[in-house]
């Protein structure tokens, strides 16, 4: 037998009548038609449609939605008349009380598990991250022995920082190749064994400033080796 399709709900665009208890009908109320094919429906507010006992649960959760529809036996959907598209547009459910508590406490239940999960996903990055931090330190002390390993963890830090871009982020960066080693500890010493950034801040166009800080550089860099 084919699945009946949810009672529709209609949110009244004029006012009327119920037709079984004769309530005047305003313009906003929540009513439903009824009626053969081919007759003309008449309106029946909630009370005499038998609805009036469920609760309505708003459009937009879509996982809520589908778990309270399934776990309510009776069930509308409720549209309203949108003037300008000229269409009933669905604005949400009616459900069971019942069946909507019991979709809330399931979906706090997958919500409480999902951040558990992402939580344990933040860890095992944190981790992943520390130990190729670890070697990334390795690297630039093995490279630069004079060093003082401090400096090669901090600079390790910066250039593996995650969603930076900088070039331990690179592929690579992750294989630990040598000039991106050297990229790192070339940056870093740019920019504290050097006066790049007081000349950047002067105005001096940036490939200008490489250029004049290019020998006090490779003489800080050879200093590490």
Not at 83 to 110: F, H, M, N, S, W
Not at 132 to 138: E, G, K, L, Q
Not at 205 to 222: F, M, N, S
Request: net charge positive.
């Amino acid at each position: 037998m084919a699945e009946r399709e949810d009672p529709t709900v209609f949110i009244a665009h004029r006012e009327g009548a119920c037709a079984e208890c004769g309530k005047k009908l305003e313009g906003g109320e929540w009513i439903t038609l009824s009626g053969a094919e081919g007759e003309v429906a008449e309106a029946l507010c909630l009370g005499c449609s038998d609805l009036d006992h469920l609760v309505f649960l708003p459009r937009g959760n879509a996982a809520l939605t589908r778990r309270a529809g399934k776990h309510s036996t009776l069930r509308a959907v409720v549209v309203a008349w949108n003037r300008r598209r000229k269409r009933y547009e669905r604005q949400g459910t009616l459900v069971g009380e019942d069946a909507l508590r019991r979709a809330e406490e399931e979906c706090l239940a997958d919500a409480d598990l999902r951040a558990r999960r992402a939580e344990r996903r933040r860890q095992r990055d944190q981790l992943a991250d520390a130990g190729y931090v670890a070697d990334f330190t390795r690297e630039i002390l093995r490279a630069y022995p004079q060093v003082p390993p401090e400096r090669a963890a901090k600079i390790a830090l910066h250039a593996c920082q995650r969603h930076s871009g900088r070039v331990g982020r690179s592929a690579a960066g992750k294989g630990l190749d040598p000039k991106t080693i050297r990229l790192a500890v070339r940056a870093h010493l740019r920019h504290t064994a050097t006066n790049y950034d007081e000349l950047l801040m002067a105005g001096v166009p940036r490939r200008e400033a490489r250029a004049e800080i290019a020998d006090a550089l490779d003489a800080a860099e050879r200093r590490w080796r």
